[in-house]
T-cell receptor, first 115, second 113 residues
Framework: GENVEQHPSTLSVQEGDSAVIKCTYS??????FPWYKQELGKGPQLIID?????GEKKDQRIAVTLNKTAKHFSLHITETQPEDSAVYFC??????????????FGRGTSLIVHP | SQTIHQWPATLVQPVGSPLSLECTVE??????LYWYRQAAGRGLQLLFY??????ISSEVPQNLSASRPQDRQFILSSKKLLLSDSGFYLC????????????FGPGTRLTVL
């Protein structure tokens, strides 16, 4: 099955700095890579995703890059703000039988942005 | 628009007691439904998923079970809770298809004493 490794487990930055979170995956058939943000006591929320036919995607201060050859993808947050503090999860998936979509999640990165 | 509900929000139960957590989705039909558990280490562990009424796939053997009695209702149950069942339980849904994002519910915090 798929295995997703996520690093670092904790990331502490100063407000205004950039933050980068990296993930690797093992299944070359994976073709969809979402990133979720989870605030304390809440369910994860999708913040950006990328498909295997694209190398980079950007949405304001957030960007994701994908290297299919190396099987790794990264989340980049620029000009970090205290409200970016949360746990971030990467995931990788491919279509499963019956049309279900079963992602494999990384273990999460706790991002702390100091004012 | 679609919404997903979970209840209760928090639950404290003694060891050996039964469990029933409920998840419902509004605004969509025939969703894929998922139960996850999140322990203190933050990782999301997939417990069950369902692609239709009465269709349940189990990812991890344990003393929990799931049922889908209606199209947009997903229930997580246990006959006898263990201390190790404590955690944050998340329900999620997505539409059929390969590239559909999952939408998560607000979660249920379960503490087994």
């Amino acid at each position: 099955g798929e295995n997703v490794e996520q690093h670092p487990s904790t990331l502490s930055v100063q407000e205004g700095d950039s933050a980068v979170i990296k993930c690797t995956y093992s299944d070359s058939a994976s073709n969809y890579f979402p990133w979720y943000k989870q605030e304390l006591g809440k369910g994860p929320q999708l913040i950006i995703d990328i498909r295997s036919n694209v190398g980079e995607k950007k949405d304001q201060r957030i960007a994701v890059t994908l290297n299919k050859t190396a099987k790794h993808f990264s989340l980049h947050i620029t000009e970090t703000q205290p409200e970016d503090s949360a746990v971030y999860f990467c995931a990788a998936s491919r279509g499963a039988s019956g049309g279900s979509y079963i992602p494999t999640f990384g273990r999460g990165t706790s991002l702390i942005v100091h004012p | 628009s679609q919404t997903i509900h979970q209840w209760p929000a928090t639950l404290v139960q003694p060891v050996g007691s039964p469990l029933s957590l409920e998840c419902t989705v509004e605004g969509t039909s025939n969703p894929n439904l998922y139960w996850y558990r999140q322990a203190a280490g933050r990782g999301l562990q997939l417990l069950f998923y369902s692609v239709g009424i009465g269709q349940i796939s189990s990812e991890v053997p344990q003393n929990l079970s799931a049922s889908r009695p209606q199209d947009r209702q997903f229930i997580l149950s246990s006959k006898k809770l263990l201390l190790s069942d404590s955690g944050f339980y998340l329900c999620a849904w997505n539409g059929a298809g390969v590239f559909n994002e999952q939408f998560f519910g607000p979660g249920t915090r379960l503490t087994v004493l």
